[in-house]
T-cell receptor, first 113, second 112 residues
Framework: EPEVTQTPSHQVTQMGQEVILRCVPISNHLYFYWYRQILGQKVEFLVSFYNNEISEKSEIFDDQFSVERPDGSNFTLKIRSTKLEDSAMYFCANQPRGRFGYTFGSGTRLTVV | SQQGEEDPQALSIQEGENATMNCSYKTSINNLQWYRQNSGRGLVHLILIRSNEREKHSGRLRVTLDTSKKSSSLLITASRAADTASYFC????????????FGTGTQLKVEL
C-alpha cells in the first residue's frame, strides 16, 4: 500500500522561528494538501496544491504560510514566524485524482513554545 | 451547527456489538467520506460515498447517505477492540474544489 511520509514526526520550536514540515507524497498522485488539527479540535483544511501551484487556501493559510515542491517530489509547508497558536498536528495528504479518498501521512506534531 | 457534525461524540460498546455513528452536514456535496484516526496518529480513509449513492458496503462497514436530510451514518458490525478509534466524516462540497470539511468526530471505544 503506497504511503505518504512526513518528517519530522515531532518538532518543538521557539515562538518566532521558522519551521519547515516535509512530506514525501505518493508519486503518481496529482493533488496535494495540508491540513492541521489543533489538539482536541476538528481537522482543518489549510491549502491544496495541483499542477505545481496553489489551487485553494483557507483563511488560516495567511502570509506566514507557504508551500513548495522544491524538487518535484517532496512537498513542504513553511511557517515563517511561528506563533503559540500554530501548535497542532499537521497532516499532508494526497489524492490520485479529484473526488477520490485521500491518503494521509502520519502527521507532524508541532509544538511552539 | 457546523458543516460535518457527528453524533454521538463518544460511544462505548462491547466487542461483538454493532456501532453506529451519524454525521450531518449543511451544504451540497459531491461525496462524503469516513476516516478513522487512532490516538495521535494520521487519518485512514475508510469509505467514500458519492452524492448519487444511497448505501455502500466495505467489509464490516456500511455507510448510508440521505442527501435530502443532509446526513450519513457509518455502521461497524461485529466490532472488535481494534476498532477503538475516532471516526470522522468529511465532505467534499459542490463548488468547493477537492478540499474536505471534517466533522467533529465520534470517539469509539470497544471493550472486551
Amino acid at each position: 500500500e503506497p504511503e505518504v511520509t512526513q518528517t519530522p514526526s515531532h518538532q518543538v520550536t521557539q515562538m518566532g522561528q521558522e519551521v519547515i514540515l516535509r512530506c514525501v507524497p505518493i508519486s503518481n498522485h496529482l493533488y496535494f494538501y495540508w491540513y492541521r488539527q489543533i489538539l482536541g479540535q476538528k481537522v482543518e483544511f489549510l491549502v491544496s496544491f495541483y499542477n505545481n501551484e496553489i489551487s485553494e487556501k483557507s483563511e488560516i493559510f495567511d502570509d506566514q504560510f507557504s508551500v513548495e515542491r522544491p524538487d518535484g517530489s517532496n512537498f513542504t509547508l513553511k511557517i515563517r514566524s511561528t506563533k503559540l497558536e500554530d501548535s497542532a498536528m499537521y497532516f499532508c495528504a494526497n489524492q490520485p485524482r479529484g473526488r477520490f479518498g485521500y491518503t494521509f501521512g502520519s502527521g507532524t506534531r508541532l509544538t511552539v513554545v | 451547527s457546523q458543516q460535518g457534525e457527528e453524533d454521538p461524540q463518544a460511544l462505548s460498546i462491547q466487542e461483538g456489538e454493532n456501532a453506529t455513528m451519524n454525521c450531518s452536514y449543511k451544504t451540497s456535496i459531491n461525496n462524503l467520506q469516513w476516516y478513522r484516526q487512532n490516538s495521535g496518529r494520521g487519518l485512514v480513509h475508510l469509505i467514500l460515498i458519492r452524492s448519487n449513492e444511497r448505501e455502500k458496503h466495505s467489509g464490516r462497514l456500511r455507510v448510508t447517505l440521505d442527501t435530502s436530510k443532509k446526513s450519513s451514518s457509518l455502521l461497524i458490525t461485529a466490532s472488535r477492540a481494534a476498532d477503538t478509534a475516532s471516526y470522522f466524516c468529511a465532505t467534499s462540497s459542490s463548488g468547493g474544489g477537492n478540499k474536505l470539511t471534517f466533522g467533529t468526530g465520534t470517539q469509539l471505544k470497544v471493550e472486551l
